[in-house]
């Protein structure tokens, strides 16, 4: 069977300490690696927690310590480690997805919605470009937390003649506790609407502004239903088994994408 191993790191973050936070991680990894998983998956701006101060926080994309690390994990550990990380490039900053591969490459996604409440659209740019990549067989769509309350940016989008675009939808999150219900619902209803697991990673703990985070990490199947579901708020790392011939198999008895609309994205701001 065709299988994707993926885990869960629900974690608490120090407060704009990116070295910290590489070595709490590495220990809450332990010796987790390929014989265990194929994907660990971390929350969003996990180096810092969901800081504001983009201008003295953010690392060089080229010279950047926590994108070296997050390779030498994956390099190490045999599998994909990914998570987000503030980072500047050619004078902009942005929110950026790093997706790290064990053979050293990467791929970046940059959260296209920022979150204007916290005023995140006035320290990061907006990413302009979907991106999906592959593993194990499985094509996953990456997302950044308040993307997720954007249905059509994450709506399946196949090519004439597929029926579908992605396998997985991948959304890293600093998701607060006051609005942890959103959370919960939108990781159901985007599984549910794209016929496709959806994996979710939030943040526990307190911030230095005195924000709380239940986590909810979630890993949702096909159906809208829970493979992993820790909703104490406390840290965890958890595995579960994703399978491509199941999620085929569900596909095919429950066609759904047989009457689905038909659109497409534009770059503008009333796509």
């Not at 990894?29 to 660990?40: E, P, R, S, V």
């Not at 969003?44 to 504001?52: H, S, V």
């Not at 987000?84 to 591969?101: H, M, Q, T």
């Not at 399978?243 to 038909?262: G, I, N, V, Y």
Request: charged share 25%; aromatic share 10%.
């Amino acid at each position: 069977m065709r299988e994707l191993r993926t885990t869960l790191v629900q974690c608490d973050l120090r407060w704009e300490d990116p070295e910290a936070n590489c070595r709490m991680l590495e220990e809450t990894l332990g010796g987790l690696g390929q014989a265990d998983t194929d994907l660990i998956v971390l929350p969003e701006m996990f180096a810092t927690g969901f800081t504001m101060n983009s201008r003295e926080m953010a690392e060089p994309m080229a010279e950047s310590r926590t994108l070296a690390w997050l390779k030498d994990q994956a390099q190490q550990r045999g599998c994909v480690v990914t998570g987000s990380v503030a980072i500047v490039e050619n004078g902009d900053y942005f929110n950026r997805l790093i997706w790290a591969r064990p053979d050293g490459s990467v791929a970046t996604y940059d959260k296209r919605h920022l979150f204007r409440m916290a005023g995140e659209h006035e320290r990061y740019a907006m990413g302009h470009e979907r991106v999906i990549v592959e593993l194990k067989g499985f094509r996953l769509l990456l997302s950044v937390c308040y993307d997720l309350r954007f249905p059509v940016w994450l709506r399946q989008q196949p090519a004439p003649e597929e029926h579908f675009e992605y396998d997985a939808l991948l959304c890293v999150a600093n998701w607060p506790a006051p609005r942890r219900h959103p959370w919960r619902i939108l990781l159901q209803a985007r599984a549910i609407e794209n016929l496709c697991p959806v994996i979710g990673v939030n943040r526990v703990g307190e911030d230095a502004k005195g924000l709380g985070y239940a986590g909810d990490s979630m890993l949702i199947d096909a159906k809208g239903e829970a493979l992993i579901d820790e909703p104490e708020g406390q840290p965890f790392v958890k595995t579960a088994t994703l399978s491509l011939d199941e999620l085929q198999a569900f596909r095919e008895k429950f066609p759904a994408w047989r009457d689905a609309d038909h659109f497409t994205l534009s770059d503008g701001v009333g796509y």
